[in-house]
T-cell receptor
């Protein structure tokens, strides 16, 4: 079974708005990563947050991690039409970069 | 730098036939992964190689799936015989050892349809 579950499954916003996606997982982790997948393409790594970190920023991305609640969130600020994609969280439980992916959030940014 | 290459991009076969997918990782990436992504789901790891050795194949259905990476570079994933539920995108990814961001670089995938 999948390690993580994203919420919501689908999100539609206007360009310029912020988008927030959540990820919950079940077991202890070493780190959590977020990936983006454009339709018909492979996945692209966005950001990694380690289990001892609480927040991380990269450009318009902000990731938080709450290990007590086993949850993470990805915030995309000032969204653009090009941000339209599916977003997946992935957890590494073993430290061997063996990732377990969630079910994904499909984000649509309307121009 | 060139990305992860996969071929073919699309494949349509009938159930009980066999099929093979090929992956060429980014040069210098010792770790190679094969994932299965069923429509509407996230990728599921099938097998992980470190050079030409298997690190994890616990989720590989070994009665019908096999994979090899003989020279520690290219890899092939085979399904024999295929079932309808094998219809999915098969993604190959590679990574550098000791990458602090532990990034996996994905290929475009092979979309398999089993009829």
């Amino acid at each position: 079974s999948q390690q993580g579950e994203e919420d919501p499954q689908a999100l539609s916003i206007q360009e310029g708005e912020n988008a927030t996606m959540n990820c919950s997982y079940k077991t202890s982790i070493n780190n959590l990563q977020w990936y983006r997948q454009n339709s018909g393409r492979g996945l692209v790594h966005l950001i990694l947050i380690r289990s001892n970190e609480r927040e991380k920023h990269s450009g318009r991305l902000r990731v938080t991690l709450d290990t007590s609640k086993k949850s993470s969130s990805l915030l995309i600020t000032a969204s653009r039409a090009a941000d339209t994609a599916s977003y997946f969280c992935a957890t590494d439980r073993t430290g061997a970069n063996n990732l377990f992916f969630g079910t994904g959030t499909r984000l649509t940014v309307i121009p | 730098e060139a990305g992860v290459a996969q071929s073919p991009r699309y494949k349509i076969i009938e159930k009980r036939q066999s099929v093979a997918f090929w992956c060429n990782p980014i040069s210098g990436h010792a770790t190679l992964y094969w994932y299965q992504q069923i429509l509407g789901q996230g990728p599921k790891l099938l097998i992980q190689f470190q050079n030409n050795g298997v690190v994890d194949d616990s989720q590989l259905p070994k009665d019908r799936f096999s994979a090899e990476r003989l020279k520690g570079v290219d890899s092939t994933l085979k399904i024999q015989p295929a079932k309808l539920e094998d219809s999915a995108v098969y993604l190959c990814a590679s990574s550098l050892p000791l990458d602090p961001q532990e990034t996996q670089y994905f290929g475009p995938g092979t979309r398999l349809l089993v009829l």
